[in-house]
């Protein structure tokens, strides 16, 4: 489960032009469940998003996680929650690594490699045997029926495609929990019903999922268990 | 003041390092002051977020801090042209009133700052900043120290002129003369030979315990001190006599000239490290039972020790093997 306590997130604090994105929202996401993060654009959705998944710091409140697997880091018994938001930075790069796999909303894909070494990329860090890491993406790859273009330049991949190999890469490590922000804004209908089955796998696999979106057809979806809507940076409903 | 690259490097590397050290000690006492890892106050998530920044700069500024130490002593050598009567780094320093205290307090403050990154490096092992208020109120009592060491040194560089008389370093270490210099040279050889050697041997077995029951780190760290001591007192009374091939020069500043090769520095930075390792083993026992340490705190212990117990053999091996080879018996 993950916590969240009175977070608020101010951009520029201390200048002539301060900014709360996100202002004094307290959430628990369950484990093993969806949760949609709906509202508007600037309703501070990607922000709680990126605070959530370790990329950004708030300024001031707490975020925890609860019921990490055993080994996320050398000290921790199972088990045991974690504060993650005053985490230094060199172990708040293992909970981000291991803990949260990520679905972008341009999905962020490295033009110039293929599509196996683009879904190998966030395994270089983490000192696997490179030939396990290779099989694990080829597994993940064929999953999610790109096995014919393992060795393609992204450029060559239609929308759909560079989704699902983004989508691959944000489950190389194996994480507990998915997060994704707004990942239908560039899929036509069919696409997005085609990424929320996928999605109903993960879900039964015990992944916990975090999307923020818009779109009906995540936020109206049967698979979501909870939808939070957002306004202004405050949660307005479903907290 | 006598314009000289290792005086302006001195100045320039001391103040910055003090006003580094002020800004960082202004920051220890708000940590001091209201850290709550509990509170996820705008204050607290601000401490947190500097405490990374400072730590890391306040590591920098050490680690120039330590390396002073030497460009000080290699200047003062240098520098002993300049005076009449010098003949090394022993006569410089007695140039004027502020010297010999400068380097006493470049020791000191050597080694509390290199127990300040032991415990640094300590508290960036758990996850949840263990260290940080014992880290943060050593750095406030390191803090004085540099400012005086700063404060001395610059007395000491600044009022340094040409031509002075000053005294040899025969005379300053000779015996018959009052003094803690003529003390050391003083002491006989025949009591200070078995008073090292079972000082090393203590250290040694006392190291060999600790790494193996993990216990008595303690006593390694009370060990580590005191063979540094009687390390500096050997060298002083007889180990300098078989350097020297002379039985009556006690100087231990010559051991940094060319004539010498240069023995005195791999000499003093293997006491000094090996001081500092053994101190930090010792440093960090209370805090063993912090959970976020788990496991990286005895290893970090045991690394310690061994890089103790490597220094003080190295130290040992150097000054053994010039005594094995030197003509000079007593």
């Given at each position: 489960m993950i916590e969240l306590v009175d977070v608020v997130k101010t951009f520029q604090a201390g200048l002539a032009t301060p900014f709360t994105a996100v202002d004094g929202v307290s959430l628990r996401i369950p484990k093993g469940q969806v949760t949609v993060l709906k509202g508007p654009s600037g309703s501070g959705k990607t922000t709680l998003l990126t605070l959530i998944g370790c990329m950004a710091r708030p300024t001031s409140g707490r975020i925890h996680l609860h019921g990490l697997p055993p080994g996320t880091l050398p000290q921790l018994a199972e088990g045991d929650a974690l504060e993650i938001t005053s985490l230094p930075e060199r172990f708040l790069t293992q909970i981000r690594r291991r803990t949260f796999g990520f679905i972008f909303q341009q999905f962020n894909l490295v033009r110039g490699i293929s599509v196996l070494e683009n879904v190998l990329l966030p395994t270089y860090p983490t000192g696997e045997d490179h030939r396990v890491v290779e099989a694990r993406a080829v597994e993940r790859l064929e999953g999610l029926g790109l096995a014919r273009h393992l060795h393609a330049p992204i450029d060559r991949l239609s929308g759909g495609e560079a989704q699902r190999v983004a989508i691959a890469r944000a489950l190389i490590n194996d994480p507990t929990v998915i997060v994704a922000d707004?990942?239908?804004?560039?899929?036509?209908s069919r696409l997005s019903e085609d990424f929320m089955q996928l999605m109903a796998q993960f879900k039964a696999a015990g992944k916990t999922l975090l999307i923020t979106s818009h779109d009906p057809i995540v936020y109206d979806s049967p698979l979501a268990d909870r939808v939070v809507e957002m306004r202004d940076g405050h949660v307005v409903a479903g907290a | 003041m006598i314009q000289h690259p290792g005086i302006l490097a001195l100045l320039l590397a001391s103040g910055l390092v003090c006003l580094l050290l002020v800004a960082a000690g202004w920051q220890g006492f708000r940590i001091l002051r209201s850290w709550n890892l509990r509170s996820g106050s705008e204050s607290q998530l601000d401490l947190e977020r500097r405490t990374y920044l400072v730590s890391t700069l306040v590591s920098f500024a050490l680690v120039i801090q330590i390396l002073s130490l030497f460009l000080f002593i290699f200047t003062a050598d240098g520098l002993h042209t300049q005076f009449v009567g010098a003949m090394c780094a022993a006569g410089s320093l007695a140039a004027n009133a502020y010297g010999y205290p400068t380097l006493t307090a470049k020791v000191a403050t050597c080694l509390v700052a290199g127990l300040w990154l032991v415990l640094h490096r300590a508290d960036t092992?758990?996850?949840?900043?263990?260290?940080i208020r014992p880290k943060y109120a050593l750095l406030l009592l390191l803090v004085p120290m540099v400012l005086m060491e700063t404060w001395l040194q610059g007395c000491y560089l600044t009022g340094l002129k040409a031509d002075v008389m000053t005294s040899c370093c025969g005379s300053l270490f000779g015996q018959g003369r009052q003094g803690l210099a003529s003390d050391l040279a003083g002491l006989p050889p025949h009591l200070m030979q078995p008073v090292f050697w079972i000082t090393f041997a203590s250290l040694g077995a006392t190291g060999t315990f600790a790494l193996r029951t993990k216990h008595g780190t303690a006593l390694f760290a009370f060990l580590s001190l005191t063979f540094f001591l009687v390390a500096v007192a050997s060298l002083v009374s007889f180990f300098c006599l078989y350097i020297y091939e002379l039985p009556t020069h006690h100087c231990p500043f010559c051991l940094l000239q060319r004539e010498h090769g240069f023995v005195g520095y791999p000499l003093y930075a293997t006491l000094l490290g090996g001081t500092i390792a053994g101190l930090g083993a010792g440093l960090l026992a209370p805090f063993r039972g912090q959970k976020s340490l788990g496991a990286a705190l005895p290893r970090m212990q045991a690394h310690l020790m061994w890089c103790a117990l490597i220094l003080a053999t190295a130290f040992t091996l150097i000054v053994g093997i010039w005594m094995a080879l030197s003509p000079l018996r007593l």
């Open positions: 707004e990942p239908t804004a560039h899929l036509d | 092992q758990g996850h949840d900043y263990p260290l």
